[in-house]
């Protein structure tokens, strides 16, 4: 079970930490995304954190977009992923989903039809 919080009502260039707690799941054994969806806009994937067993851990990947503003974090100990976003614009605004995959190429991390675990969403909007 992934649970997002953090969400809110920001205006153009702030800041908004989102954080993502996991429980069900061996958090270390998992890459960790961040999605998020506009009204009437299909979702679009945001940013991922990769998971270990061998494999370049920790490593990070982000849409175009958002690359320079958005940092994507995880600590394992507390199960948790999070995404400090800085300087936010309005097109930013959407309903943020985390989810969690096994997924092992890069190419995979930015299609949620990887993640077969997904959060409820923490809903972001940010006034101009």
């Known amino acids: 079970q992934l649970q997002a919080s953090g969400g809110g009502l920001v205006q153009a260039g702030d800041s908004l930490t989102l954080s993502c707690a996991a429980s069900?799941?061996?958090?270390?054994?998992?890459?960790l995304g961040w999605f998020r969806q506009a009204p009437g806009q299909e979702r679009e994937f945001v940013a991922a954190?990769?998971?270990?067993?061998?494999?370049?851990?920790?490593?990070?990947y982000f849409a175009d977009s958002v690359k320079g503003r958005f940092t994507i974090s995880r600590d394992n100990a507390k199960n948790t992923v999070y995404l400090q976003m800085n300087s936010l614009k309005p097109e930013d605004t959407g309903v943020y989903y985390c989810a969690a995959t096994r997924a092992l190429s890069p190419n995979a991390y930015h299609y949620g039809r990887y993640y077969p675990h997904w959060g409820q969403g923490t809903l972001v909007t940010v006034s101009s």
């Open positions: 954190i990769t998971w270990g067993s061998g494999r370049p851990y920790g490593r990070t």
């Open positions: 069900g799941l061996t958090f270390n054994n998992y890459g």
